[in-house]
């Protein structure tokens, strides 16, 4: 079964400097990963996904996202912290070679960029 | 707006009611989820339609009980719900690897 581990319940960074979300997976078969990010009273909107090809994963907003198969992570990474970025961020896997539907998420970390 | 709509945005129902939870997008999918999302924990998948037909139930009690009339429209039928079913109800759609969520129903079960 997939599994994913965000192990920052919150990151605080001040605006302008860079941020990273950390995210680690588990998964059998080839991962399939995405990020979403949710502000407060909304539903959850798509940042990026990493299903093949390059590993550096460009994605809204400015974010990007690095795929490392060694260390089974996707990092979430953005050079320059806005205070606009403040929100719950999500790490998604699915299991690409199953074909089953089952998206599975983090428990989410709250990103606070102070000003 | 991110074309799946879900109605209510909030819903307050004590334990003995019965009440459904809609979802509705217009995008084309073929696919639909409830999940629920409840403070620090992950997002729970609960119930997956393929083409109309529920391809998983993940293991989800049945005073939730799911339907799926057609591929535009999912609801959530709750009967005799217990506090800690109170959470936020999330409805998405896919259609290849994109998968778009609603803003939810923010349930609270008193």
């Known amino acids: 079964a997939q599994s994913v581990a965000q192990p920052e319940d919150q990151v605080n960074v001040a605006e302008g400097n860079p941020l990273t979300v950390k995210c680690t997976y588990s998964?059998?078969?080839?991962?399939?990963l995405f990020w979403y990010v949710q502000y407060p009273n909304r539903g959850l909107q798509f940042l990026l996904k990493y299903i093949t090809g390059d590993n550096l994963v460009k994605g809204s907003y400015g974010f990007e996202a690095e795929f490392n198969k060694s260390q089974t992570s996707f990092h979430l990474k953005k050079p320059s912290a806005l205070v606009s970025d403040s929100a719950l961020y999500f790490c998604?896997?699915?299991?690409?070679?199953?074909?089953?539907?089952?998206?599975?998420f983090g428990t989410g970390t709250r990103l606070l960029v102070s000003p | 707006e991110t074309g799946v709509t879900q109605t209510p945005r909030h819903l307050v129902m004590g334990m003995t009611n019965k009440k459904s939870l809609k979802c509705e997008q217009h995008l084309g999918h073929n696919a639909m989820y409830w999940y629920k999302q409840s403070a620090k924990k992950p997002l729970e998948l609960m119930f997956v339609?393929?083409?109309?037909?529920?391809?998983e139930n993940n293991s989800v009690p049945s005073r939730f009980s799911p339907e799926c009339p057609n591929s535009s429209h999912l609801f959530l039928h709750l009967h005799t719900l217990q506090p800690e079913d109170s959470a936020l109800y999330l409805c998405?759609?896919?259609?290849?690897?994109?998968?778009?969520f609603g803003s939810g129903t923010r349930l609270t079960v008193v």
């Open positions: 339609y393929n083409f109309k037909e529920q391809t």
């Open positions: 998604a896997v699915r299991d690409g070679n199953t074909g089953f539907q089952k998206l599975v």
């Open positions: 998405a759609s896919k259609a290849g690897e994109g998968y778009t």
């Open positions: 998964v059998s078969g080839n991962p399939y």
